[in-house]
């Protein structure tokens, strides 16, 4: 459905955000004054300030910024005929185009960037800068201004990497190209104008699922940079970047979206990039660092009142961001296809701390203060050393100096440290307690179940499908997790997947090329296709069951494990396609203090296939001093690997201080297996440098042989437990498991108080003094001051209402949230709560009897 201006505009004015962009008309020296403060304020972010230079913790970036540009002039002096830089070949490889183009920005950024303390003869060089216009008329006459022989490979490239290169050293060299090439800002703006193909007219298109989150971000800050530059002809696109831009602010609706985008930022925090995948770690930073960048570039400028989208950016931060934080590495389970690249979770949360550091600039009060202490929270509980060299703003690395310098400011998280964060919109969850945090990774028919995509992430098939990682504190988690994790972990092998016995093959493997190429196909299959997405970038699962409920500081999680789009669409696609069949499970995660626990059922294969469950999965690099212990169910002590049927089991890494401990509730015989494995590192990404790496993989594994009926296993995992801690947990006490089949699972906590279940089915489920009726997420939490709290949550996304019966004595209601009625009721009290539209969001009601 096309969106019309207007009902654009009545949209952003019903959140409040359209006040950002003024009404009033500005005058022609107003218009220049502020494309000239714009223009100024890029060039300031990009290249820094003569005060922000000049002090001695920018040195090393200026010394970066300086030696890529004469390496870069060194390749444009060895240049070959029909070369700009040499050996870097251009015509058919769009990458390579954009690589060009960034070097001659990375060139140009060398002659805007002051250096007072060791000045530099690049430095203000109008000899270089004019090179840097010769090569983007160069460029453009050669490879880039015939629209006819563009826009082959991706159109990323073409549609944003491009433009963005283009844009930032037009800024940079403003004042030259005006002297030198006056031209060429016009006849660039042009062509990127053309370049929108998924635009319409040479601009944005808002239909376009192209167009939305983080590349939205990214496409419409290169135009108002280009409305800058053109003066005042350019103050329209200015402002009609800014009202587009805007739309990446709005809080999505899943349930009335705008122009059909579920791309964006959720209520509960979570951010969707690419219409179904869980992208905060990836596109979600890339869009944060575009915000922030465009709010500094805005500052001071009569284009927007950019102060007031900093509240929204502060929450995407605390709601969004910092949960997923664990002492300074981003998470897994929201990277998508990244996972498989080298740059692990701190350089992720490196380039979060640039914007953070920079959003509190434009914060005050209380507000800056959190922002400040967060950076410095980050900082301290961090395993790697943070290196500022590596923002892009000299400025920011001036700024971040300084929030680390202040000893009055305290280090603090955005949030408590014992938190269950339900991310039930993109279907995640996060678990954190002092001493470690456990991320779960699950999918449905809403969220994709992986993300692969040009040759990266190579073997995802079951990281949306219960996966979970265990990260514990002061451990070096890329010796634990990213890449290598990866690289080392069989994928059918993952912390907490269930995965039926059998080899697949990667994409490349089976169609030799990145993607499955059959454009003739009634469903047109190309690199950048829907059905590509659909199909085989980002599949979605078919079940409608994944979700769970909060309550305070603890959670339940539950999910349906189920087929790929793909193979339940068989029939419709080609012959030579191939579709993978899953195996079944249902699964439930339980979040308490000092324990997580897990419970399956149904678990088992419909071809009759064997299966495997990976209870855990841990790496540790070749020297480390690692130990397993354990306990059968009949006293003997266990050591080392082998199948048992153990009561317990300690995994423990002296030389890394960590531990993890296992009890198996209900659990068949478990295979313990401790393995040097040697894998290169381009298995997961074609991309990645052949690099062997070898980790000691630690696994255990329930195995289901092929034919057997469907089996049900109950098992916790303890966080840095220790051999005495484990051996105190008796039958029942203090966890119990009251059910676990695929209808019901359900467990208490005697110590807790703590009753949680999740029912999957339609129909009543009772259980231990409760009654549910239908699928639902229930945790009860019982005080001894005679006080009752209820957390209730859908997780099918579909239930209008949802009803729960306390067994037992009348209660009266203390406090509810909106859309919870208290009533009494035969044998209990009666609690129904409207889940209406609410998205899985936990509705939480006080009783006391």
Known sequence: MEITRRRLLSALSATGLLAVIPTLPATAAEVAADNARLLANTVDVFAGTAESNARPETAAKLTAIDKAARTNLKAMDDAGEGELFAGLVLGTDDAHLNTAYKRLYEIALATRAPNPTAPSDLYGNTAVQHRVIDGLVWLHERHYGDQAKGYYGNWFNWEIGISQHVSKTLVLLADAVRTYRPELIGTYVTSMDAYLRNGTDGDVNLDSRFHTGANLADITTNRILQGALLGA??????????????T????????????????????DGSFIQHASVAYTGSYGKALLTRVVQTLKILDGTGFAHGEELVPTVRRWVRDGFAPLIFEGWMMEIVKGRAVSRPDGGYTDVAVVVEAVVDLSSLSTGADATALKSYVKHIRATSRAALDPAGFVSPVSIVRYADIIGDAALPAADLNSASRSVAFNAMDKTVHRRPGYAFALARSSDRISKYEYMSGENLMPWFQGDGAYYLYLSGQDQTQAYGVDYFTTVSPYGLAGVTAPVERRRTVPDLYGKPYYDNPGHPLNFTSSSESQNKYVYFPRGTNQYSGGAVLGAYGAAGAVQSDDVAFRERESLPEDFVVYRNATATKSWFLLDEEIVVLAAGVGDRAGRAVTTT??????????????????????????TGTGDLRWLRYANATRRTSVGYLFLDTPKVRVALDEVTRSRRIVRTANPDTAVTRTVFGVTVDGAAGAPPASLAYALVPNAGETGLRSYRSGQPLKVLANTVRLQAVSHAGLGLTAANSFTAGRHEVAGLRVDGPASVLVKRERRG???VAVSDPTMDRDRISVLLRGRSLRQVKADEGVRVSRARGGTRIDVDTHHAYGRSLTVTLRG
């Open 248 to 267: 990446v602010f709005v809080t999505v609706d899943p349930y009335h979206l705008d122009h059909g985008v579920t791309d964006g930022h959720y209520a």
């Open 233 to 246: 002809s350019g103050e329209a696109r200015v402002r009609k970047a800014l009202v587009d831009q805007l």
């Open 615 to 640: 209870i855990d999965a841990r790496t540790a690099v070749p020297d480390d001093r690692v130990s397993v212990t354990g306990e059968l169910r009949d006293g003997r002590p266990w050591t080392g």
């Open 787 to 789: 006080t009752s709290t």
